[in-house]
């Protein structure tokens, strides 16, 4: 058995995550309708009413991931319980779902901004706000945190809403520099 969970924590997290996953398809859809907005709105030549779609579209997909989020928090053993019995999957699976549904809504706002950079046309700085989020970041934090401070599968775990915080945050950043605004396509 791994130092991680073993084959329990897997099964969990893989619950877990199916749900995730499950709970994260409407806010795809209004990252798409982001991108749409903004490239139509681009196209227009109205960048101050792309810039307002944008900022719309993360209001309501914050507002549906909170909710997904309370929701995650607050019954999470009632939903893992749906899909396992077997206590120990049961209780990583909760606790996973707990834990990376307690950054849902930095996952709403994320998603919107990097759509809408893509949208304006400036892939450039979405690709390396991913890299270095997932790959620079959550990657060698889960090790820290499961390794070094001990912390077993919790720690992995908290690396996935943090990294996803911090994607968010750095993806609001340049959003709000506005540079996506001059990208010519």
């Given at each position: 058995m791994a130092v991680?969970?073993?084959?329990?924590?897997?099964?969990?997290?893989?619950?877990?995550?199916r749900n995730v996953v499950f709970f994260i398809l409407p806010a795809w859809g209004l990252n798409n309708a982001a991108a749409t907005l903004v490239g139509?709105?681009?196209?227009?030549?109205?960048?101050?009413?792309?810039?307002?779609?944008?900022?719309?579209?993360?209001?309501?997909?914050?507002?549906?991931?909170?909710?997904?989020?309370?929701?995650?928090?607050?019954?999470?053993?009632?939903?893992?319980?749906?899909?396992?019995?077997?206590?120990?999957?049961?209780?990583?699976?909760?606790?996973?779902?707990?834990?990376?549904?307690?950054?849902?809504?930095?996952?709403?706002?994320?998603?919107?901004?990097?759509?809408?950079?893509?949208?304006?046309?400036?892939?450039?700085?979405?690709?390396?706000i991913n890299f270095f989020a997932f790959w620079l970041f959550q990657v060698p934090l889960a090790y820290l945190l499961v390794k070094v401070f001990n912390m077993g599968v919790a720690g992995a775990f908290i690396a996935i809403p943090v990294a996803e915080t911090a994607l968010a945050l750095a993806a609001y950043y340049y959003f709000s520099k506005g540079k996506w605004k001059e990208v010519k396509v």
């Open positions: 991680t969970g073993g084959t329990h924590a897997s099964a969990g997290y893989q619950i877990a995550i139509q709105n681009l196209g227009a030549k109205q960048p101050e009413r792309a810039e307002k779609s944008v900022l719309l579209t993360t209001k309501y997909n914050a507002i549906f991931m909170s909710g997904v989020m309370l929701l995650f928090i607050l019954f999470a053993r009632p939903i893992i319980r749906i899909f396992t019995s077997v206590p120990e999957d049961l209780y990583y699976g909760a606790t996973s779902l707990q834990i990376i549904g307690a950054g849902y809504i930095f996952y709403g706002i994320g998603m919107v901004m990097i759509q809408a950079l893509n949208g304006a046309g400036d892939t450039r700085p979405p690709t390396w």
